[in-house]
Nanobody, 124 residues
Framework: QVQLVESGGGWVQAGGSLRLSCAASGRTFSKYDMGWFRQAPGKEREFVAAISWRGGSTYYADSVKGRFTISRDNAKNTVYLQMNSLKPEDTAVYYC?????????????????WGQGTQVTVSS
């Protein structure tokens, strides 16, 4: 069992940057694949980025590739999403997710645990 708490959301102008954090409870954080998803008003939740527990492989949605960077600090039980060159279409609630020690790398999921979300608003 793991609990996830996101932070770092807020309001930013287009072209700006934000860094989201997701703090996880538990002592086995290093064995979780971690992902970020987002959901804009009136739209379905979509995959943004993921990082594996083995070797730190990363994977991104095409819409954020080159602008967003996912990373993890296992000593701090935290995963980050650095978001640069933000666009109004990045406006959404961003959710952190986790899956325990999967044997197969499947960045888009499914994930077992979810945070409560943090709002990101990008104005034009």
């Amino acid at each position: 069992q793991v609990q996830l708490v996101e932070s770092g959301g807020g309001w930013v102008q287009a072209g700006g940057s934000l860094r989201l954090s997701c703090a996880a409870s538990g002592r086995t954080f290093s064995k979780y694949d971690m992902g970020w998803f987002r959901q804009a008003p009136g739209k379905e939740r979509e995959f943004v980025a993921a990082i594996s527990w083995r070797g730190g492989s990363t994977y991104y949605a095409d819409s954020v590739k080159g602008r967003f960077t996912i990373s993890r600090d296992n000593a701090k039980n935290t995963v980050y999403l650095q978001m640069n060159s933000l666009k109004p279409e990045d406006t959404a609630v961003y959710y952190c997710s986790a899956r325990y020690a999967p044997t197969v790398w499947s960045p888009r999921g499914p994930y077992d645990y979810w945070g409560q979300g943090t709002q990101v608003t990008v104005s034009s």
